[in-house]
């Protein structure tokens, strides 16, 4: 058993890399970060089964907007090197949200100096920066809203109250990294959604990522022929029946509810626990209760670990 635990965690951290620096997540005693413990944003981010299954959603998400893609597209290696994407985005939420102070904060002017350099014009003629604040409240409130919505699918429902509080804790993150008027409570993102959609579309661009994600050796395990291919569309559909329904049929990933219901929700209903089984309190987690002094998590209320 133990053997099987450890080939399904070196293929994951293959992928997401591994976040147990204790220079990020450990440090000065007592020191709460950017959330700190008691935060709902520890509560959802500590179920790192939730955070995985809300990847492919939240980066399809992202690149809905025109521009974020033209920016990845023209200027990122994704297709050359997929797993530095999957690590580094992971990386920074997981640092954001659970690493010290010093090590939130210094990651976040690491990526904004990396955004000054990104700006051009899109194959329309529109000219993007990537340090533009509408991109970059697009680029941070699709990640959490996902990850929302995949912790109440994957784990339990959150209160309203909760709900609201996890926007407000990311929208600090955001703010710092240089976003502008973050949705805070789930009426403004409800909004906020709404007004950004007449932006959003699938251009060819975004279509060249989709068939990315059809090749991408970002899965734990690769089938022979055609299988593969099959696989990687199946756990990209599983993943996008997160996404609301306009993304869903906007982007091809729309299914009947009977269909998701009896075909994806099944993937996400057993690598969910398959996740929890091979980590349990994941490292980042640990180590940061244990630098700011917190509860256990298998310890707390509704605990997210042990379910």
């Not at 521009?67 to 990845?72: I, L, P």
């Not at 949200?97 to 194959?123: D, S």
């Not at 989709?210 to 970002?218: D, G, K, Q």
Request: hydrophobic letters at 40%.
């Amino acid at each position: 058993m133990n053997a099987i635990k450890h080939n399904i965690l070196t293929a994951m951290e293959r992928i997401g890399g591994r976040h147990d620096d204790p220079a990020v997540y450990g440090g000065p005693a007592g020191d709460p970060g950017l959330c700190g413990p008691g935060s709902v944003s520890w509560k959802i981010t500590a179920d790192l089964a939730s955070v995985i299954n809300a990847a492919t959603a939240a980066i399809v998400m992202e690149l809905l907007h025109p521009s974020v893609m033209a920016g990845v597209g023209q200027l990122s290696n994704y297709r050359e090197d997929p797993f530095r994407r999957a690590r580094t985005t992971l990386g920074y939420v997981l640092t954001t949200t659970f690493g010290n102070t010093e090590a939130a904060a210094g990651l976040i002017g690491k990526v904004k100096a990396i955004h000054g350099h990104i700006h051009g014009t899109r194959p329309d003629g529109v000219p993007f920066d990537a340090l533009d604040p509408e991109l970059l409240t697009w680029v941070h409130t699709a990640i959490p809203w996902m990850i929302l919505r995949s912790y109440e699918r994957n784990n339990s429902p959150l209160t309203p109250g909760e709900r609201d509080r996890y926007l407000a804790e990311q929208a600090v993150i955001g703010r710092l990294g240089g976003a502008g008027d973050i949705p805070e409570t789930m009426a403004e993102l409800a909004d906020y959604v709404e007004a950004m959609r007449p932006r959003l579309a699938v251009t060819e661009q975004t279509l060249e990522f989709f068939e990315f994600l059809m090749t991408a050796p970002l899965l734990p395990i690769r089938a022979p022929g055609p299988l593969d291919r099959a696989l990687h569309a199946y756990v990209a559909h599983a993943g996008m029946s997160l996404a609301p329904e306009w993304a869903r049929r906007l982007t091809g990933y729309h299914h009947a509810p009977l269909t998701d219901a009896l075909i994806f929700a099944p993937y996400l209903r057993t690598s969910t626990p398959l996740t929890r089984w091979v980590v349990g309190e994941p490292p980042y987690a640990g180590q940061a209760r244990l630098r700011a002094g917190a509860t256990p998590v298998a310890e707390q209320p509704l605990a997210i670990i042990s379910r």
